[in-house]
Antibody, heavy 116, light 107 residues
Framework: QVQLVQSGIEVKKPGASVKISCKAS????????ISWVRQARGQGLEWMGW????????NYAQKFQDRVTLTTDTSTETAYLEMRSLRSDDTAVYYC?????????WGQGTPVIVSS | DIQMTQSPSSLSASVGDRVIITCRAS??????LNWYQQRAGKAPKLLAS???NFQSAVPSRFSVSGSGTDFTLTITSLQVEDFATYYC?????????FGQGTRLEIK
């Protein structure tokens, strides 16, 4: 079945970087892009960006344009989100999801905790 | 950016009730409106779309309607597993934006 499996929990200090992975299976990886969405505890969903897996074209939310980089590795069918200069308010669960319009399925989420 | 506004923010209902959640876009988005269900501690799940060509596997008690700026998600005969948070999302243009969510609780 179509599945996205994300890397595990990350604990980082302010100012550090984090790189989260999202491994796809059950479909042709390059046929669908990957979106990234985050959710702070008790809050709503915040779209961060999208990457086209067939040519690595990206589209970022303006808020994350300068701190986030989306990449893919087609040989391992894995998408990555890297965020730099982490702040305490980046503490959230980060999700990957297949596609750009109809986000499905979603990965299980990767908690990122930013704390000194 | 297109702003998505849901109402109500929270809702208490009983098993068997009918509930309606609304979503309003700050500009016309045609039928490019999707609904997600998020159960506690789980990832969101795509529930339905206002686009006519969307194929959904959700139970028939869920229905969506609307176009342009105003949309509704109706759940008839609520089941225990329906108590969750629901989000609308516009896919008309980038950046994709979500509503703030509607938390559906058991009365």
């Amino acid at each position: 079945q179509v599945q996205l499996v994300q890397s595990g929990i990350e604990v980082k200090k302010p100012g550090a970087s984090v790189k989260i992975s999202c491994k796809a299976s059950g479909y042709t990886f390059t046929s669908y892009g990957i979106s990234w969405v985050r959710q702070a505890r008790g809050q709503g969903l915040e779209w961060m960006g999208w990457i086209a897996t067939y040519n690595d074209n990206t589209n970022y939310a303006q808020k994350f344009q300068d701190r986030v980089t989306l990449t893919t590795d087609t040989s391992t069918e894995t998408a990555y989100l890297e965020m730099r200069s982490l702040r305490s308010d980046d503490t959230a669960v980060y999700y990957c999801a297949r596609d750009r319009e109809w986000l499905r399925p979603w990965g299980q989420g990767t908690p990122v905790i930013v704390s000194s | 950016d297109i702003q998505m506004t849901q109402s109500p923010s929270s809702l208490s209902a009983s098993v068997g009730d009918r509930v309606i959640i609304t979503c309003r876009a700050s500009q016309s988005i045609g039928a490019y409106l999707n609904w997600y269900q998020q159960r506690a501690g789980k990832a969101p799940k795509l529930l339905a779309s206002a686009l006519p060509n969307f194929q959904s596997a959700v139970p028939s008690r869920f229905s969506v309607s609307g176009s342009g700026t105003d949309f509704t998600l109706t759940i008839t005969s609520l089941q225990v597993e329906d108590f969750a948070t629901y989000y609308c999302q516009q896919s008309y243009t980038m950046p994709i934006t979500f509503g703030q969510g509607t938390r559906l609780e058991i009365k």
